[in-house]
């Protein structure tokens, strides 16, 4: 079994930083994980994810080169770092896990969080 606990979010002026962090419990290191978001009255929405055992990564293209995403699997934790934000970047975060090569599709990550909401103010 695998829990996921996000951390970090908050508020913070367009242009600001932010990092997320989400703690897990449970052997993640053979998962991917990633992140998503869901903002209101949208769908939950691929953001960032790493492979399972090499770490690779893959992005949105709507936060590529602003946000990184990595992992310490000695801590069995995963992080968002968050740059240049945006007013578009305000959602609940979510972090996931799972047995997928699908980095980008929801449905086939088996574990999630229970979200860490950021919001991006003018």
């Known amino acids: 079994q695998v829990r996921l606990v996000e951390s970090g979010g908050g508020l913070v002026q367009a242009g600001g930083s932010l990092r997320l962090s989400c703690a897990a419990s449970g052997r993640t290191f053979s998962y991917a994980m990633g992140w998503f978001r869901q903002a209101p009255g949208k769908e939950r929405e691929f953001v960032a994810a790493?492979?399972?055992?090499?770490?690779?990564?893959f992005y949105a293209d709507s936060v590529k080169g602003r946000f990184t995403i990595s992992r310490d699997n000695a801590k069995n934790t995963l992080y968002l770092q968050m740059n240049s934000l945006e007013l578009e970047d305000t959602a609940m975060y979510y972090c996931a896990a799972g047995e997928t090569t699908q980095y980008y599709e929801k449905s086939t990550y088996a574990y999630w969080g229970q979200g860490t909401q950021v919001t991006v103010s003018s």
């Open positions: 790493s492979r399972r055992f090499v770490f690779s990564t």
